[in-house]
């Protein structure tokens, strides 16, 4: 069982900065992927940003050069630091751990597939 807590949403202006924590407890997160899925209003939960093992990170077009992945297994800590944020960054971003057996790259874009979540946190872009 693992437990995941998001903290450091909040509001900030249009290329404001922002990192968000993941802190997981529970069984270690060295054995699972670790994404952040966001979901704005009325749309579906989508990720956007993964990382998983030594290091190995994938992030969707629409943030890439501006979010960065990261993680300390020894802390159970994941973070999602972004910069140059935008009005469309404005959505709920969740953390969710998917155990490393069942991640591949069919696998990996569905929330199905991620067995525990946090219960996320607003980030809103606006000035």
């Known amino acids: 069982q693992v437990q995941l807590v998001e903290s450091g949403g909040g509001l900030v202006q249009p290329g404001g900065s922002l990192r968000l924590s993941c802190a997981a407890s529970g069984r270690t997160s060295s054995s699972y992927a670790m994404g952040w899925f966001r979901q704005a209003p009325g749309k579906e939960r989508v990720v956007h940003a993964i990382n998983w093992s030594g290091g190995s990170t994938y992030y969707a077009d629409s943030v890439k050069g501006r979010f960065t992945v990261s993680r300390d297994n020894a802390k159970n800590t994941v973070w999602l630091q972004m910069n140059s944020l935008k009005p469309e960054d404005t959505a709920v971003y969740f953390c969710?751990?998917?155990?490393?057996?069942?991640?591949?790259?069919?696998?990996?874009?569905?929330?199905?597939?991620?067995?525990?979540w946090g219960q996320g946190t607003q980030v809103t872009v606006s000035s």
């Open positions: 969710a751990a998917v155990p490393l057996i069942r991640f591949t790259s069919a696998t990996m874009y569905d929330p199905g597939q991620y067995d525990y």
